[in-house]
């Protein structure tokens, strides 16, 4: 098979599309003739060398994609050679073929195509897990999405909407932030231009923001915590404005709030397992019902990776760059 490899770490050029050994299923798992596969901004970091994937897993990036069951591994039950599915992954989704543990597969929703699919894992994941199971956002508080613009973001929106939370988003150019508004967002915040901690409390008459998401790490703790409610939730899953920044424990303390963080290629496969069933559970049905709907800015051929990495790192999209495998 063919598959995106990182000879040296580097820029776009540094992924060569090159002839590697066909992986086998092992025990738990199930092999996938891959569609598409998503592109995200951990792919970037392990390009730059800043993200190895976990001991064991495969070298190759993407963490994400759609495709067909091409061979049923040893202990594998409820799938079938032929079944359309997504699934997430810790690595090697950018190939023509790569192997899954059962546990973290999805059908392809009803009425989808198979190539969207694999805008869904990633995102449904990452936002159920932690605006859901950890921060525990409930009907009728305010949740503020950072990066409103991009795939986790368009896909957090439509959530907080689907559960009648209210959405404020932050993003760069109001090109972006009418794409947010379309989703559903109430509180559109264009970063380069406005104070978003002042437009949360203006928007919530001072009294803040219950769930945060943040993809910026250091650069923004200080401003999430001033816009964090009483008892509110800070859920940390991306470090794009650093990893080092001081805390002022008695802002944190005033507020009763909490600061969590977390991601999800490193997590043990009970954990990813139980994550996957739940957005089975909760987000599937949204998804099928036309209520929650996956953002795809292009798709790209999988042999031209550099191309979405050059996207990406623009930051000229909104929502999702899938690759494809052309047949």
């Known amino acids: 098979m063919h598959a995106i ?10 992924l060569v599309w090159a002839e590697v050994p066909d992986p086998v299923p092992g025990e738990g798992q199930v092999l996938l003739d891959v569609v598409a596969s998503g592109v ?26 759609s495709g067909r069951i091409a061979a049923v591994g040893p202990g594998v039950s409820g799938w079938a050679v032929g079944d359309e599915v997504c699934a997430l992954l810790a ?4 190939a023509e073929k790569v192997a899954v543990p059962a546990g973290q597969l999805l059908p392809v929703p009803k009425g989808m195509d198979i190539v969207t699919a694999a805008a869904l894992p990633e995102v449904t994941a990452t936002v159920w897990a932690n605006v859901f199971m950890v921060a525990h956002l409930r009907p009728g508080e305010t949740l503020l999405v950072h990066g409103g613009g991009s795939g986790i973001g ?27 508004e379309e989703l559903g967002a109430d509180v559109l915040i264009d ?8 437009e949360v409390r203006k928007a919530t008459d001072g009294a803040g923001a219950d ?25 940390v899953i991306g470090l794009q404005g650093g990893v080092k920044a001081e805390l002022d424990l008695g802002a944190l303390l005033k507020k009763r ?34 209520t929650v709907r996956p953002v795809v800015d292009r798709t790209v051929p999988m042999a031209q990776a550099a191309e979405a990495h050059r996207t990406l790192e623009d ?4 929502g999702k760059v899938l690759l494809v495998n052309e047949s």
């Not at 970063?191 to 002042?198: I, L, P, T």
């Not at 963080?261 to 019902?289: C, D, F, G, M, N």
Request: proline letters at 7%; a positive charge.
């Open 91 to 94: 690595g090697g989704g950018y």
């Open 40 to 65: 995200n901004r951990a792919d970037v970091l392990q390009r730059r060398g800043f993200y190895d994937p976990p001991p064991g897993e495969s070298r190759y990036p993407g963490l994400e994609c």
């Open 154 to 180: 368009t896909m957090a929106i439509q959530l907080g909407k689907a559960v009648g939370a209210r959405v404020a988003v932050t993003a760069g150019s109001p090109e972006k932030l009418a794409r947010c």
């Open 315 to 318: 930051s000229s999209h909104v």
């Open 211 to 235: 769930v945060i998401l943040d993809i910026m790490g250091a650069k923004y703790l200080e401003r999430n915590v001033r816009a964090l409610a009483v008892n509110g939730r800070l859920a």
């Open 5 to 14: 490899t990182i000879p040296e770490p580097g820029g776009p050029e540094a």
């Open 257 to 290: 709030a909490a600061v969590m963080a977390a991601s999800l290629r490193a997590r043990p496969l009970s954990e990813k397992a139980t994550i996957v069933a739940a957005v089975r559970e909760h987000v599937w049905p949204l998804i099928e019902a036309g």
């Open 191 to 198: 970063y380069r231009e406005q104070d978003f901690v002042e």
